[in-house]
């Protein structure tokens, strides 16, 4: 659901999915924090958002035997985008995942750690900057996540 400038202000509790439009233009879809809105501005699908039990540095992710899994996904981005939010700081983190996108398609959830895009490590980098490799490479990311194991 494309909106302008305007209507977030009205709404500021949406949250921007990433997206991208043409030749390098970039546009954001915004959804409400408990749920997801079709096109016809019904709600559809589960909530999607999720907050971090407590932060996790860089080198937890990485020490071997740790409590996490490394997941890859290949996301192909559609018509509006690859239907995912990153936020956090040094490790980034998946905050949500629009259920009929793409990213949920190639099996993203909410509370992975991001670290790699494209074969570049970002577990040093924040949010906005993870953010601005994804919007402005390819429509093809390959995306590698650390996932905590469920005991």
Partial sequence: MEESVESRALWPERRALF????????????MRPSSVLGQNGH????HTWAL???QVSPEELQTPGGPYI?????????????GFV???????????VDPS?????AGMKVCQFVVSVNGLNVLSLD?????????T???TIVMEVMEEIDY
């Fill in 70 to 82: 490394k997941k890859t996904f290949t996301i192909v981005g559609d018509a509006v985008g690859w």
């Fill in 101 to 105: 996108g793409p990213a949920a398609a």
């Fill in 86 to 96: 990153v936020r956090g700081n040094k490790p980034c983190h998946i905050q949500a």
């Fill in 19 to 30: 997206s991208r439009e043409g030749r390098g233009a970039v546009r954001a879809r915004w």
């Fill in 137 to 139: 490479g390819p429509r």
């Fill in 43 to 46: 709600h559809r699908g589960k």
């Fill in 52 to 54: 971090l039990k407590r």
């Fill in 127 to 135: 949010y906005k900057t993870v953010s601005n490799l994804i919007l």
